[in-house]
């Protein structure tokens, strides 16, 4: 990588842990925020979700921007300097995903600004592409640190799928989590927000990144005059592909851990295990796999900047299961990232 992407910090508001410290905490324990919520499932119970406790009902775009701030607050303490040069990029839902919170981009991001304590003339970009945009976000990150045209850039992912246009969506293409579908996802909530630095890899750094599209995504075979097209993991196999090359590393065995937006669909977990048996070369003990949705249900846009978060957290906490770690995430419409990270205690060893 031409140049290098450094991560300083990371913040996180949850369903279990308002702070990247309690979040990640509870994670690695397995405890869940998942609880009835207000919408029904088919049959007349009522459909589990994972809402994030606040502490007023706030709803719709205000209520996605506090959640935003507050993930910013804490990515951002004890980093005052970052402030005087930081660059913003606000991760969001596809604009074309049913029960899309944001309605207004411009008024969403001024209420972050605004409750997040920043400057109203903090440089701020949008990347609207659902669980991948975290990777969208790194690669321009990556790109501005290039051109010189920031010190510091933070990534802030937020979304909310505990909405009726969201559920009643999700509900009719049987894609929920309920007592009549087991291949489905709780709908969550959360923001995420983690801040990027350029210059040499130092403690905790982006080494590649690779971003493809699937033509077998979920929803291809309600295309018109287009097949069902048979699953073979080409997309997700080609995004690990480029990021391995980029990281200079020759096989997929050489990753440690992974941590994935699976969050409970039989259709992702499939891509992942086909890209995962169509790189490995190297044999090696089973990989572990760390997956978030496990307690948090599906986050969407919140998933990226949330794994490298927990990444980060295990790096410096001390339980991390090796130093490469492979960050992924597939989106409805086929986009397919992977990023991988690597500590500088992984880089003396190889020196």
């Known amino acids: 990588m031409s140049t290098g992407v450094n991560i300083l910090s990371a913040g996180m508001v949850t369903a279990v842990g308002l702070d990247r410290a309690s979040a990640c905490a509870a994670m690695r324990a397995g405890l869940d925020g998942f609880c009835e919520t207000q919408f029904v499932a088919p049959g007349g119970a009522w459909l589990l979700g994972a ?53 207004n981009v411009d008024r969403f991001a001024a209420r972050v600004l605004e409750f997040s304590g920043l400057s109203e003339r903090t440089r701020m970009q949008v990347v609207s592409h659902g669980r991948p945009s975290g990777f969208i976000a790194l690669e321009r990150a990556r790109r501005m640190f290039a051109r010189d ?7 802030i992912g937020v979304d ?16 929920l989590l309920t007592g009549d579908n087991a291949n489905g996802f709780l709908p969550g909530e959360a923001a995420a927000a983690i801040l990027c630095a350029p210059g040499k890899p130092t403690h905790f750094a982006l080494t590649g990144l690779g971003l493809t599209r699937e033509e077998a995504y979920i929803y291809n075979r309600k295309a018109e005059d287009v097949f069902d097209l048979p699953l073979r993991g080409d997309g ?25 937006d699976l969050a409970g669909e039989a259709f992702f977990f499939k891509q992942s295990a086909l890209a995962m048996q169509r790189m490995m070369r190297l044999h090696r003990d089973p990989q572990p ?48 990232g992977s990023a991988i990270f690597q500590t500088a205690e992984r880089k003396r060893a190889a020196a």
């Open 51 to 103: 809402p994030v406790p606040l502490p007023r009902n706030w709803i719709g775009e205000k209520r996605l921007a506090h959640l935003a701030a507050g993930a910013i607050v804490d990515a951002l303490q004890g980093q005052g300097g970052a402030q005087a040069d930081m660059s913003l990029i606000l991760c969001l839902a596809e604009t074309t995903r049913p029960g899309q919170v944001v309605r």
């Open 149 to 155: 045209e920031a010190r510091h850039v933070l990534i």
């Open 160 to 175: 909310s799928l505990l909405n009726g246009p969201a559920v009643a969506h999700f509900l009719r293409e049987n894609r």
């Open 236 to 260: 997700m196999t080609q995004a690990y592909r480029d990021a391995l090359e980029m990281s200079g590393l020759q096989d997929f065995g050489r990753i440690d851990f992974r941590i994935t």
């Open 289 to 336: 796999i760390w997956t978030p949705g496990d307690c948090l249900g599906n986050i969407g846009a919140a998933f990226v900047p949330l794994m490298v978060g927990w990444g980060l957290e295990s790096f410096e906490k001390g339980y991390a299961d090796g130093h490469r770690i492979m960050v992924e995430a597939s989106g409805d419409d086929g986009t397919c």
